[in-house]
């Protein structure tokens, strides 16, 4: 979500002034750009982000095991959901042998497939 | 056919005795010897917590095993002897040389790569920086 954010911005600058000016017609387009607070809260928005590293591409991981639940456990939510890859960062080949991984882990009772009440 | 490894966990009712998980493994290893497989490794996981409860049970005995097989008759007699075995409450077969042959693909390819050339550092963060800069003036 970032990373997108920020070309998206960029973009708005200038449409956003033009219309300001043109006054009707902003309405479609206008919900983020022409918004009187949202100068500000870019320049709060401007700190460089720390870019996320897959953390099976840095360990140089060929197979991810279902049996260590431990090192999949990080990688989904308190209510067992597996975490989508924009908030862990994992490469896309690696989220695809992760959530193999989940839910053959899930099945044989390692990890839960919605936290109990 | 070629042979097939496969990986086999299964889950105990947490107060079977100890002899009576010595003969639920020891019948599955005859049943796959009968058949033709052989039974690579046997490891007892022990007691341990599950992750949700099954048949009101919270906790089982977790007994993992690796198979070795050119058939798939083997698995199809283990997990019906694991169903009809009342002490097991859970079972899962996982086929593994699939995975295991992508790995050591994986692992060839790197080592050759790193081989053909040494590895290069790409820093993509400067640049990002730079066109959140480029960004600012025009706020």
Known sequence: MAEENAPQQQSHGPSSGGMRSSG????????????????AKRGKRNFVRKKKVCRFCVDKADFIDYKKAEILAPFIQERGKILPRRMTGTCSRHQRWLTVAIKRAQNIALLPFAAEL | MEERLYDLIFILRPDT?????????STLEHAATE???KIDS?????????????????EGYFVYMVIRS?????VKELERRLKVSDPVIKYLTVRLDEELKRQEKLKRHRERRAARRPRKTVAPAPAMAGAEQAAAPTA
Not at chain 1, 24 to 39: A, D, E, K, L, Q
């Open chain 2, 42 to 58: 046997v490891n007892k996981w022990g007691r341990k917590r599950m992750a949700y409860r099954v048949q009101k049970l919270r």
């Open chain 2, 70 to 74: 050119s058939h798939g008759e083997v």
């Open chain 2, 35 to 37: 058949k033709g497989g």
């Open chain 1, 24 to 39: 009707p017609g902003g309405g479609p387009g206008g919900p983020g750009g022409g918004r009187p607070g949202g100068p």
């Open chain 2, 17 to 25: 005795p100890e002899a009576d998980i010595d003969k639920v493994i």
